[in-house]
């Protein structure tokens, strides 16, 4: 028996493997099963994935819906791995659980998201003899891994599946052990996304059409703005929009996000004579350009952002990409790939119009901007793209691109635009270098 074993955490996720399906993306299989895992901090009072409204919608995709929550409670998606000597006892049995087959001829094929952590991770560990796809559901595709993978895991992966979010800029993703992407049609996915909008509740049909839509991220969750600094960013947004001529702002806040950003909206859409609606229903952004049709799609780095405006051609503008480019920490961080793509093609929220003196990078350049960001973030894991990060620093460091660099990483990896250009002859002085380190030696003596 061939059974496939698709894993998703979003209904995002869930419509790209949709897509990929209608597609004709994978092999013919005797069962496809859907894993589905609630990864929120706390799962018990968010969503799960196979309860949103639309998910009716792909069901039929596959054989059986299963859930990973249930499958290890009491312990949490995000936290549990197997320890290496159980791990076989596990698979035993989930096969046993799932119905996979335990003989030497029952093949299992997992496809995963974000394979660099758990739960996915626990799964790859789990299904040790499994080959394994990987399909991505935004932004982060097109940066390094990363961690450093396990080869044991790494080298099963065959491809890569991604939609054409950024047309023309290929991924970094999984690139250290050869993996080939491989687009999910743009098609196949705009028509799953219009299956799933039919189901949309009552309070998106309500919506007012033509509305600015302004997306809510939480990113005080992820410790990277306070909650007063994200609060200011929504007002920022709404003042942008309002700035802009729309009388009429919806606003899409975060599934987990506190109701205190929505009262702070509202206080200031009264005083700006603008109309608001607040959607509290957890629906998919792209549901609402299905049957909203907005003026403006405003946000601050989501993905999407991109899916507005390169699958639907919605105008778009960002705002705090700036202040996050500062705040992401450490420079590793996985999300400034998507920060960095967002602030270099999607134009300013405060600008004048919608596009006005913006040009955003294209071809060559975005694609050595991000090889030379993905080579700062994991040179480790990609050190064959330090020529390429040398000749892009060399060459493109200019005012507008240094805010995607940190002096500080520049010069731990010796790296052009480390130090001001009248001072670059000190890194390639034998005396500077050699009373550096006489000054290093004395301190680590002193402390010692």
Known sequence: MRTHLFFASTLYG???????????????????????????????????????????????????????????????????????????????????????????????????????????????????????????????????????????????????????????????????????????????????????????????????????????QYLSALDILSPDEEERLHLRMLRGAAARGHREVVFKPHPVAPARHSRALEKEAGELGVGLTVLDAPVLAEMLYERMRPALVVGCFSTALLTASAFYGLPVARTGTELLLERVTPYQNSNRVPVTLVDALLPDLDGAAAGDGFSPPKGRE????????????????????????????????????????????????????????????VPRNRTVRRVARRARALKRAALG
């Open 14 to 216: 869930a419509a790209t493997l949709a897509a990929a399906l209608d597609a004709d993306h994978f092999e013919p299989a005797d069962q496809r099963l859907l894993l589905v895992s609630n990864n929120a901090a706390n799962p018990e009072t968010a969503p799960a994935l196979d309860t949103m409204p639309g998910f009716e919608r792909l069901r039929d995709r596959f054989d059986r819906v299963l859930s990973w929550n249930e499958t290890i409670r009491p312990f949490h998606p995000g936290g549990w791995s197997p320890r290496t000597d159980d791990a076989p006892l596990w698979e035993r049995h989930l096969r046993l659980l799932w119905g996979l087959g335990d003989g030497p001829e029952d093949e299992v094929t997992l496809v995963l998201e974000s394979l660099q952590v758990d739960p996915a991770l626990a799964l790859a560990r789990l299904f040790a003899d499994a080959p394994i796809e990987v399909y991505a559901d935004g932004l982060m595709s097109y940066g390094p891994t990363r961690n450093k993978l396990d080869p044991l895991v790494g080298a099963r992966v065959r491809r890569l599946l991604h939609l054409d979010l950024v047309p023309g800029l290929r991924p970094l993703l999984l690139s250290e052990f050869g993996v080939e992407p491989e687009l999910v049609p743009t098609d196949a996915f705009r028509a799953v996304l219009a299956e799933v909008a039919k189901d949309v509740p009552p309070s998106v049909t309500e919506a007012p059409r033509g509305a600015a839509l302004l997306l809510g």
């Open 366 to 425: 975005l694609t050595g901007l991000l090889r030379a960001v993905g080579f700062c973030m994991q040179s480790q894991i990609y050190p064959q793209l330090r020529p390429e990060a040398e000749r892009y620093l060399a060459t493109r460091l200019t005012p507008a691109t240094r805010r995607y660099f940190k002096r500080r990483r520049l010069t731990a990896l010796g790296l052009p635009g480390a130090v001001p250009r009248q001072f670059a002859f």
